[in-house]
């Protein structure tokens, strides 16, 4: 069962009925909104997974009829270095690796000129620091490269990811290890390379591949979780 982050809306004192009703109004209009803005044509290619429809348990305690979406899948080796990627595990990458990289390289031209263009004592210091300036741009864009590539091949261990997704929340995972993600604005979300990436305010992540994803339930499923969530600030 998942965690009840909030009071369920049948008892909580501060709202009355007719600001529960709006409330919930105002969710079904942003989730509207999502599916006009959604071109079918953007429709990923499916891989075959089935998805169902369930109800929420907790939701049916409080008497709200809540409908969601079942998922279950496995998250590829490759899907999950990409993942890593933009989880920003690593600082060092895109636009800042490039910048550090040509701040390393304009050092190593001045140091290597150097030592070309003096005879004296330091000449052996000019060519260490410029073929260190070297080894520090292969650092940069290789060793992350190999450390996502192992950590992508152990996280990738076969295991099923189950997750439902409702209109004001998602569950993922069963028993001790379930946790949730309330859709409520608070979780950041980023689209690449056919994955929805959410970054909830606690430091967790959770990646849905477009390819589990239906066509006829593509739009519902995408509409739901940006109206949600918020889009993800880059910072790099």
């Given at each position: 069962?998942?965690?009840?982050?909030?009071?369920?809306?049948?008892?909580?004192?501060?709202l009355s009925e007719e600001q529960q009703n709006?409330?919930?109004?105002?969710?079904?209009?942003?989730?509207?909104?999502?599916?006009?803005?959604?071109?079918?044509?953007?429709?990923?290619?499916?891989?075959?997974?089935?998805?169902?429809?369930?109800?929420?348990?907790?939701?049916?305690?409080?008497?709200?009829?809540?409908?969601?979406?079942?998922?279950?899948?496995?998250?590829?080796?490759?899907?999950?270095?990409?993942?890593?990627?933009?989880?920003?595990?690593?600082?060092?990458?895109?636009?800042?690796?490039?910048?550090?990289?040509?701040?390393?390289?304009?050092?190593?031209?001045?140091?290597?000129?150097?030592?070309?263009?003096?005879?004296?004592?330091?000449?052996?210091?000019?060519?260490?620091?410029?073929?260190?300036?070297?080894?520090?741009?292969?650092?940069?864009?290789?060793?992350?490269?190999?450390?996502?590539?192992?950590?992508?091949?152990?996280?990738?261990?076969?295991?099923?990811i189950e997750t439902e997704i409702y209109p004001?929340?998602?569950?993922?995972?069963?028993?001790?290890?379930?946790?949730?993600?309330?859709?409520?604005?608070?979780?950041?979300?980023?689209?690449?390379?056919?994955?929805?990436?959410?970054?909830?305010?606690?430091?967790?992540?959770?990646?849905?591949?477009?390819?589990?994803?239906?066509?006829?339930?593509?739009?519902?499923?995408?509409?739901?979780?940006?109206?949600?969530?918020?889009?993800?600030?880059?910072?790099?």
């Amino acid at each position: 069962m998942k965690e009840q982050d909030s009071i369920p809306p049948s008892e909580n004192p501060d709202l009355s009925e007719e600001q529960q009703n709006k409330s919930e109004e105002q969710r079904i209009n942003e989730i509207a909104e999502e599916l006009r803005n959604l071109d079918d044509s953007k429709n990923p290619e499916w891989d075959g997974s089935e998805a169902e429809f369930v109800e929420d348990d907790d939701s049916a305690e409080y008497e709200i009829p809540e409908t969601g979406i079942k998922l279950s899948y496995v998250l590829t080796q490759d899907e999950m270095y990409r993942c890593l990627y933009h989880s920003n595990t690593f600082k060092t990458k895109g636009a800042r690796a490039v910048v550090q990289s040509i701040i390393l390289a304009v050092a190593a031209v001045i140091f290597f000129i150097a030592y070309f263009m003096s005879d004296n004592q330091y000449g052996g210091y000019n060519i260490f620091f410029g073929i260190v300036s070297l080894v520090m741009i292969a650092v940069i864009w290789v060793v992350p490269h190999l450390h996502m590539k192992s950590m992508a091949k152990l996280l990738a261990d076969g295991k099923t990811i189950e997750t439902e997704i409702y209109p004001t929340h998602i569950d993922i995972g069963r028993d001790d290890g379930a946790w949730s993600i309330e859709l409520d604005g608070s979780s950041e979300i980023e689209e690449f390379d056919n994955i929805f990436m959410i970054y909830t305010q606690k430091g967790q992540n959770f990646a849905i591949p477009e390819r589990v994803i239906e066509p006829e339930i593509y739009n519902d499923i995408r509409a739901i979780l940006m109206s949600g969530t918020k889009p993800k600030d880059d910072e790099e």
